[in-house]
């Protein structure tokens, strides 16, 4: 099975600040990764898809790039709203796989 | 806009199972794949399952594979998730989402608003 590993597991940084997030396959799954964003008690909400094409209506701040083992999602300049825990999900093929989530923070 | 609407909290004794339903609007059912994903306290997200409503299929984690069953009920565009033998990991949120395929597999663009499911004795 393919595992996924995010880095780092919690970060903490300034408004306006840019923070970047990495996702880390142990196999080649060319570009089939997708970010989501999660608030406590709220359900997640999709980011990206296809590595690096943004959900219609994320703000323009979030991107992602990558493709075969290695992904990141950048968050351009930080806003209080994007206090969340974020995670990659492998979709290469049909055994679905998350990574362990990016907890971000506002120092 | 799509919309999944699930059911609410339930308690549940340990060896015991739960059903949780998922209502869509918002665009043809049928069209559809709705797949299940939990979350722990505490911990990560882990996908469950899915159904294709229009053929009825299912694909399962192999983790859960003998204690899931999903079914859809395109009458009432509803889909039922049931977990059985439930044991106090089970404990968590449960989510329906939307799966968009995408070459071999899917992702996830709507979500419902999840349901508590606590295992306890």
């Known amino acids: 099975d393919i595992q996924m590993t995010q880095s780092p597991s919690s970060l903490s940084a300034s408004v306006g600040d840019r923070v970047t997030i990495t996702c880390r396959a142990s196999q080649d799954i060319n570009i089939f990764l997708a970010w989501y964003q999660v608030k406590p008690g709220k359900p997640p909400k999709h980011l990206i898809y296809a590595a690096s094409t943004l959900q219609s209506g994320v703000p323009s701040r979030f991107s992602g790039s990558g493709s075969g083992t290695d992904f990141t999602l950048t968050i351009s300049s930080l806003q209080p709203e994007d206090v969340a825990t974020y995670y990659c999900q492998k979709y290469n093929n049909a055994l679905l796989t998350f990574g362990g989530g990016t907890k971000v923070e506002i120092k | 806009q799509v919309q999944l609407v699930q059911s609410g909290a339930e308690v549940k004794k340990p060896g015991s199972s739960v059903k949780v339903s998922c209502k869509a609007s918002?665009?043809?059912?049928?069209?559809?794949?709705i797949s299940w994903v939990r979350q722990a306290p505490g911990l990560g997200l882990e996908w469950m399952g899915r159904?294709?409503?229009?053929?009825?299929?299912?694909d399962y984690a192999q983790t859960l594979q003998g204690r899931v069953t999903i079914i859809a009920d395109k009458s009432t565009s509803t889909v039922y998730m049931e977990l059985s033998t439930l044991r106090s990991e089970d404990t968590a949120v449960y989510y329906c989402?939307?799966?968009?395929?995408?070459?071999?597999?899917?992702?996830?663009?709507?979500w419902g608003q999840g349901t508590l499911v606590t295992v306890s004795s």
């Open positions: 159904i294709i409503p229009v053929l009825g299929t299912t």
């Open positions: 918002g665009a043809t059912f049928n069209y559809y794949t």
């Open positions: 989402a939307r799966s968009i395929v995408d070459g071999a597999g899917f992702y996830f663009d709507y």
